[in-house]
């Protein structure tokens, strides 16, 4: 299902409620989703929707990412600081969703980083999908750079919508690291020495971009490594998890890159951190 084929159908009023928007950078991801708001709420007549920036509707003026924009039926949720996108935000945000529209024949909701879902803030949105509380139409978005990071029943339930490649991360030097990096983690498998983390750790840092505190790409390639380097692994459930416990913190780690610590520090604590402490 490509992006064409979806606006076609939101300018006949036929979508489907639940879109998962995917692939391409995040421009892309955000941007398309406001088109397609645009599409679902403008009201001039089909064939013109969206209707454009000259000379738009009292809708599509002010349908926009948030901050700069407000528009009462539309609405985004966005990942704070914080790892997941946690039940309580995502229940907040949804609760929008059993009032009628304020202006709008409907209401869009968007997550903009759905991979952040954490499971019980995905079975508060499955549950409104299955029994929808309003007449009126209601359409749910969820952006993710992959569509396999989202959860299984989230997935089942929503129709994918592809933007193009993933531009933002490089699959021959993901699967490079994961390689050099996985290699380190068999040896420590095997004999618990410290000193392959350390190579571990050296494996993810062979990765360009450190230089800026801010940039996150590094931290995105080397958590994708572990990822990928997990698909193929044969590891224990206790490995598994602590492995994914680390890619899930580096992806948090920039900030502590900002206070001053080296990425090689943060790499080499994280690691040993999540693999070394004994399973509770
Ligand atoms: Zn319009």
Same mark, same amino acid.
């Given at each position: 299902m490509n992006l064409d084929v979806v606006l076609a159908a939101a300018r006949e009023q036929r979508l489907y409620p639940a879109l998962i928007l995917y692939g391409a950078n995040l421009d892309v991801r955000?941007?398309?989703? *406001?088109?397609?708001?645009?599409?679902?709420?403008?009201?001039?007549?089909?064939?013109?929707?969206?209707? +454009?920036?000259?000379?738009?509707?009292?809708?599509?003026?002010? *349908?926009?990412?948030?901050?700069e924009h407000f528009h009462p039926d539309f609405h985004v949720l966005e990942r704070d600081l914080r790892t997941a996108t946690s039940t309580g935000a995502t229940k907040n945000f949804l609760s929008n969703a059993y009032s009628a529209p304020f202006e709008a024949r409907g209401q869009v909701f968007v997550i903009a980083e759905a991979e952040s879902l954490s499971g019980g803030a995905a079975d508060s949105l499955l549950k409104l999908l299955e029994?929808?509380?309003?007449?009126?139409?209601?359409?749910?978005? @969820?952006?993710?750079?992959? #569509?396999?990071?989202?959860?299984?029943?989230? #997935?089942?339930?929503?129709?994918?919508?592809?933007?193009?490649?993933?531009?933002?991360?490089?699959?021959? &030097? *993901?699967?490079?690291?994961? &390689?050099?990096?996985?290699?380190? /983690?068999? +040896?420590?498998?095997?004999?618990?020495?410290? *000193?392959h983390l350390l190579t571990a750790a050296d494996a993810l840092?062979?990765?360009? +971009?450190?230089?800026?505190? #801010?940039?996150?790409?590094?931290?995105? /390639?080397a958590a994708a490594a572990i990822a990928h380097y997990l698909e193929g692994a044969e590891l224990d459930v206790s490995t598994r998890r602590a492995l994914l416990a680390t890619a899930e913190a580096l992806l948090d780690a920039p900030r502590m890159r900002v206070r001053g610590i080296?990425?090689? #520090? /943060?790499?080499?604590? @994280?690691?040993?951190?999540?693999?070394?402490?004994?399973i509770a």
């Open positions: 955000q941007n398309s989703a *406001i088109e397609l708001a645009r599409t679902m709420l403008c009201e001039r007549s089909p064939d013109l929707r969206p209707c +454009g920036d000259q000379d738009p509707c009292r809708h599509c003026e002010r *349908i926009g990412w948030p901050t029994e929808p509380p309003q007449q009126s139409p209601r359409y749910f978005m @969820l952006l993710a750079a992959s #569509r396999l990071d989202l959860l299984t029943t989230l #997935r089942s339930r929503s129709l994918s919508v592809y933007l193009g490649p993933n531009d933002a991360l490089d699959e021959a &030097e *993901i699967s490079q690291v994961a &390689e050099a990096f996985g290699q380190a /983690i068999e +040896g420590f498998v095997s004999d618990s020495a410290a *000193i840092a062979q990765t360009k +971009g450190w230089k800026d505190p #801010r940039n996150r790409k590094p931290w995105a /390639i080296t990425h090689n #520090r /943060i790499l080499e604590g @994280l690691l040993a951190r999540h693999l070394t402490q004994p």
